[in-house]
């Protein structure tokens, strides 16, 4: 049994089928075989690994060199996608190993974050993930949008299809991802991907010439839904320039319907808006995104308050040793090694889903122990929740 990175070519024959079987109508076609040639530049700077065994592909599992903003820092990030192991060959650890030697590759090339939507989260747990929210679907009558037809608002709008205004789309989401906490996006090869397949209407609210806002969508039917991605806008005018357009689709459309941020509050957005709010949750298939620190340098500098606590991280194959966490200055100061004494206190101890929970915001420091992610003795609460305030990630990129 080795382990290798395949080449582009070699994965219409390795990767693709196993990943076919796995997340698609099975078997497939003739015809759906010869499209996956046509993949091939979207996953191009893809790092696919594949577990072979005289001449026959086990298992696969790729990263994609995303970025991604940890609490106002944009890092490199490894986004994981493709693992699929042959159902003949499931349960021998292949994706273990795997997801071992590919995440070591994605770290040791500066990746120092992950993330990746599991289909089980207590499979990836094991492999040091935390869960992160899942967007909200947000549906409403564009009906109950009418009272925004009159409403002049400062800014216009631009509609046209995604394949002509691609590149505002492009350069919105990477103003998103400077200055939203979690915002992650796909290397320019991949991304290109929404812009090729043509496939959405592209709205965009602007002011002053410059983007504030903008979301993609398709309409179904006539009496249908329009239906949106993420409803992205800098400021609530954008927002509501966004809002307005949909209004004009009244007699054309029953229901629009928008992904949010869980911190967004839709039902405040207008009076008299009847609007239902949701988000699914469910096994294998519609799952809540999960990331991980790589490395412990993702926290160095962050902007942070100013608590001090050394930390002992444990059973991780890449988050290691103590670290003293200090806030004291405004951006956290890692220090590793000898000047990390028993003498630092408080002590907390930390698994690596414990430490990415609080990097990334989403638990309190007393349910890294009632979840078992570590240990946190009283007097490092207070620490804790200084240097860690609770945030919402938005991941953004579905993958
Ligand atoms: C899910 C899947 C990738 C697992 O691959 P695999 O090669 O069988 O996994 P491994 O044998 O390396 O398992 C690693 C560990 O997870 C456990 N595990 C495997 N499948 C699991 C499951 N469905 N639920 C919970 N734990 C599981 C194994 O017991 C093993 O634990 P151990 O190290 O303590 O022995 C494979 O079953 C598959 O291809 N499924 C269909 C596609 C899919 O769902 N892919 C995941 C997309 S995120």
């Known amino acids: 049994m080795t382990i290798r990175r395949v ?10 089928p196993l990943q076919a079987y796995a997340f698609e109508t099975s078997p497939r076609s003739v015809a759906r075989a010869e499209e996956f040639r046509g993949y091939l530049p979207y996953n191009e700077g893809n790092r696919t690994l594949v577990v072979e065994e005289n001449g026959v592909t086990l298992a696969a599992a790729s990263a994609i060199p995303m970025r991604q903003n940890l609490r106002g820092e944009v890092l490199p990030m490894a986004g994981v996608a493709g693992v699929a192991t042959h159902p003949l060959a499931r349960r021998q ?9 590919l995440l070591d ?100 609210a602007r002011s002053g010439g410059t983007v504030t806002g903008a979301v993609i969508y398709r309409i179904d039917d006539h009496g249908g839904t329009l239906a949106a991605g993420d409803l992205l806008a800098a400021d609530p005018v954008a927002r509501m320039l966004l809002l307005q357009f949909f209004a ?56 942070v308050g100013p608590g001090r606590v050394r930390v002992e991280l444990t059973g991780d194959r890449w988050l290691a040793g103590s670290h003293l966490l200090d806030g004291t200055t405004g951006a956290l100061e890692v220090v590793t090694g000898a000047a990390v004494t028993a003498a ?34 009283a007097e490092a609460l207070p620490e804790l929740r200084t240097l860690f305030p609770r945030r919402n990630p938005y991941l953004f990129s579905d993958f």
């Open 7 to 16: 080449n582009a070519e070699e994965r219409l024959t390795t990767s693709f």
């Open 93 to 101: 650890g292949h994706v273990r190993a795997l997801l071992h030697q």
């Open 344 to 377: 630092q206190p408080p002590a907390v101890t930390l698994t690596a889903a414990g430490l990415s929970a609080l990097a990334y915001g989403v638990l309190d420091p007393v349910e890294i122990g009632l979840r078992g992610l570590g240990e946190v003795p």
């Open 248 to 303: 004009r689709h009244v007699d054309q459309v029953e229901r629009v319907r928008v992904q949010v941020p869980v911190d967004e509050v839709p039902e405040l957005w207008l009076t008299d808006l009847a609007v239902h709010v949701e988000a699914r949750v469910a096994r294998p298939a519609s799952s809540a995104p999960m990331a991980r620190l790589l490395s412990i340098d993702a926290l160095d500098g962050l902007a």
């Open 105 to 204: 590759e994605m770290r040791d090339e500066g990746h120092q974050l992950s993330a990746l939507y599991p289909f089980r989260p207590s499979f990836y747990a094991r492999f040091g993930y935390v869960g992160l929210p899942a967007p909200r679907t947000v549906t409403f009558s564009p009906a109950d949008l009418g009272g925004l037809l009159r409403v002049d608002l400062p800014g216009e709008v631009r509609w046209e299809r995604v394949g002509e205004g691609y590149q505002d789309w492009r350069t919105f989401t990477e103003r998103c991802l400077d200055e939203r906490h979690g915002f992650a996006i796909f290397p320019g090869y991949r991304d290109v991907g929404v812009r090729d397949r043509d496939e959405h209407w592209l709205l965009t």
